[in-house]
């Protein structure tokens, strides 16, 4: 993530959009797709050897590992973190900034997503490395949106042919990676306000529940949901939300079937997942 492959072609993207280069964005639009399968393929590879050497055993849940589980989906939050990091690599850029530290904030949207992807599929979670791999799609947009609108803005009443790079022809290849991108995010966009709907409706139900008198001693932890769209029915897959409450040393025996009532009857054919994280609240006692 530090050596950031990828800021050269998001750069020189958005550099020719504003620059109405249109063969310079073309080209730029196609690397960075290739850079992205590269990067997915690598995670395959790595986390196959993983597997076949023992270093992590074959029956492993990868959703229970957070940094999966975080990526598991595309989500609004996802969408902000590409938009601020297309946008302060526009400012780094127009400002002279370091193309490293510009870099690293691209990579860091891009790269962990990219990863999710290879490692779900070496561990054959296809509804998980779909859901990533829509949220690495829709990330990568929007940081190229980002990155454009702030350019936009600042060079809009420049005159477009002081900032051409030429006028090559773009490839069939290329013109074709652009099309299919252009698909990929038109999808992903429909992916990501289904997933904040669910999302939605799971968090609420959750409060919901625990806006119960009886369960005034819980406190909800965080509501986890993997990709809950098209791809739910191409893998007859169910939705599935995981919901970690933390709570006293008092017993909640009902709590469980409480929240997944609640979820199921406002996202039917909902898998449901409750953690608890006890703790101990221990009394003040005062000096004698």
Same mark, same amino acid.
């Given at each position: ?55 992590a ?15 598991a ?6 969408? %902000?973190?590409? #938009?601020?990091?297309? +946008? !302060? @690599?526009?400012? &780094? ?7 490293? /530290? *510009?870099g690293?904030? %691209?990579?860091? #949207?891009?790269?962990? +997503? !990219? @990863?999710?992807? &290879? ?5 054959s979670?296809? /509804? *998980? ?11 990568? @947009? ?8 702030v ?15 030429g ?17 990929a ?16 409706t ?6 919901a ?62 898998r ?13 006692t005062?000096?004698?």
């Amino acid at each position: 993530m530090v050596i950031a492959p990828l800021v050269g072609p998001v750069l020189t993207a958005t550099v020719g959009a504003v620059a109405d280069d249109r063969p310079m964005l073309v080209d730029s639009v196609r690397i960075q797709a290739l850079g992205l399968v590269a990067g997915v393929i690598g995670a395959v590879l790595f986390g196959l050897v993983v597997k076949t050497i023992g270093l992590a055993p074959t029956s492993l849940d990868i959703t229970s590992l957070q940094l999966v589980s975080l990526r598991a989906a595309p989500t609004p939050f996802s969408i %902000i973190v590409g #938009a601020a990091a297309g +946008a !302060a @690599a526009a400012f &780094g850029l127009t400002t002279k900034g370091s193309n490293s /530290l *510009v870099g690293v904030m %691209i990579a860091a #949207a891009l790269i962990p +997503a !990219a @990863a999710t992807v &290879g490692i779900a599929l070496a561990w054959s979670e296809y /509804l *998980v490395a779909l859901g990533s791999g829509l949220l690495l799609v829709s990330t990568m @947009a929007v940081v190229n949106l980002a990155m454009y609108l702030v350019l936009w803005v600042l060079y809009r009443d420049q005159d477009p042919s002081k900032l051409s790079f030429g006028d090559r022809v773009p490839t069939r290849a290329a013109l074709v990676t652009v099309v299919l991108i252009v698909g990929a995010v038109a999808v992903a966009g429909i992916a990501v306000s289904q997933q904040a709907l669910f999302q939605q409706t799971a968090t609420q139900s959750v409060d919901a529940v625990l806006d119960d008198p009886a369960y005034s001693g819980v406190n909800s932890v965080s509501v986890q949901t993997e990709y809950a769209g098209l791809g739910s029915r191409l893998t007859s897959s169910s939705k599935s939300a995981t919901v970690t409450v933390s709570a006293s040393n008092e017993s909640y025996p009902n709590l469980s079937e409480h929240l997944r009532d609640r979820i199921q009857s406002r996202a039917g054919g909902t898998r449901v997942t409750v953690r608890f994280s006890t703790f101990q609240q221990a009394n003040q006692t005062r000096a004698g």
